[in-house]
């Protein structure tokens, strides 16, 4: 008999993209920066650590809270700091989502999701955009039963609308990249029942965001991480902006000290850092372009991009994909191959330098000209 809770016994475990050691690669596939982060963030670290570290950290981040909430033009009390954004997205669950309770996600999108409803014992309910990547009208409204839920990926068996605890948005959606409107999130927070967490992951290059939402609709929280934009993937840091009272509650799931003095440090220095955030995210829009105009003219379909990555699909693949992911991984260069059950699979890139953008496109070329057609069946 085992010892462990069979709703973990039953999860498979969220897989986090390749980390290949130092050099062997160059990495496209989890949606890091490029760049180097805010010397600014460096020398924070260092002071740190000259300071010493045998002190436990202040408990709520307050330093970085009142960056945030400078930058964001709300007060402290609407900021949370994680460890990651992924500390975030746990907390939120772990706060609103019980045991067989439902919490919904779009499909495809960030696999997290489903995982953190699996340890809460809870169903997750995942409805399938539309073919141009926007939402069906099921995203917004209470759960309903199968027959009356067309967009539903699996049945929910017996389902209640006051089931329905927590939703969660990507905005920009990866793999997608795509973007919805501030106008068709405002009405899904209007319509539903409970919190709608946007997670704004990579907001920063989408040039808008839905922080002004959080201060119209109480429902509505967003996640953030320093992760991608503010190149800090090593440093862990997230946060969210939401109203005082949700924040209030939050801090009683969360470690007391889930964000160390290091993080803390470096995370406000990068906050405050707005000419390098600028600076950086402006050189990445433009490599997106580019990668975005060359894998069209080479024959992908590649939805438009507002993150720091491109979602590529030939069309009638066969095993193009998987096979043009190992030819490039052979090749140095690592990129994502995604296969969802039930939708199909593609290529996910993430904007590097140009250099290696650009050597990347030559490698998809040479393998398109190649073997590609043959393993097309072309
Ligand atoms: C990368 C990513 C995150 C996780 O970021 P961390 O802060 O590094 O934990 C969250 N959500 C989405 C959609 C992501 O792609």
Redesign the pocket.
């Known amino acids: 008999m085992s010892l462990v809770r069979p709703n973990i016994e039953a999860m498979a475990g969220y897989v986090p993209g390749e980390q290949p050691k130092e050099g062997e690669a160059v990495k496209l596939n989890?949606?890091e920066n490029p760049y180097r982060a805010s010397e600014k963030a460096y020398d924070a670290i260092r002071a740190v650590a000259d300071r010493g570290l045998s002190r436990y950290p202040n408990a709520a981040g307050q330093a970085f809270r009142e960056a945030a909430a400078e930058v964001y033009g709300v007060e402290p009390d609407w900021i949370m700091c994680?460890n990651?954004?992924?500390?975030i997205?746990t907390i939120l669950t772990r706060t609103f989502v019980g045991e067989n309770q439902v919490l919904r996600l779009p499909y495809p999108?960030?696999i997290?999701y489903k995982s953190l409803a699996e340890i809460q014992g809870a169903r997750s309910e995942e409805v399938r955009f539309l073919d141009d990547w926007t939402l069906p009208d099921d995203f917004a409204t209470p759960p309903k039963p199968d027959a009356d839920a067309p967009h539903r990926v699996h049945s929910l068996g017996n389902v209640k609308p006051e089931d329905l605890k927590l939703v969660y948005l990507?905005n920009p959606n990866?793999p997608s990249g795509t973007r919805i409107s501030n106008d068709q999130i405002m009405k899904i927070a209007d319509s539903l029942p409970c919190p709608l967490v946007i997670?704004e992951?990579?907001a920063d290059f989408a040039g808008e965001n839905c922080v002004e939402l959080v201060k119209k609709n109480p429902r509505v929280i967003i996640?953030r991480?320093?992760?991608?934009s503010y190149a800090l993937?090593g440093l862990?840091?997230?946060f969210m902006i939401a109203r005082p009272e949700t924040i209030a509650e939050t801090f009683k799931v969360k470690d007391s000290y889930n964000c160390d003095a290091l993080s803390i440090a470096a995370a406000t220095a990068a906050i405050q850092d707005r000419e390098w955030l600028a600076a950086t995210t402006k050189k990445i829009v433009a490599t997106r372009a580019r990668l975005m105009t060359r894998m069209r003219e080479l024959g992908f379909t590649v939805p438009e991009s507002r993150a720091n990555f491109t979602w590529n699909v030939f069309p009638n693949a066969g095993t193009l994909h998987k096979d043009l992911y190992s030819y490039l991984k052979q090749n140095g260069y690592l990129v994502r191959h995604m296969d969802y059950p039930g939708y199909g699979d593609g290529l996910r890139i993430s904007v590097g330098t140009d250099e290696d953008t650009d050597r990347c496109l030559a490698l998809v070329e040479r393998y398109l000209n190649d073997v590609g057609r043959r393993s097309a069946g072309a």
């Open positions: 989890t949606n994680g990651g954004s992924d500390d997205l999108s960030y997290l990507p990866s997670d992951a990579y996640s991480t320093m992760s991608k993937a862990r840091f997230g």
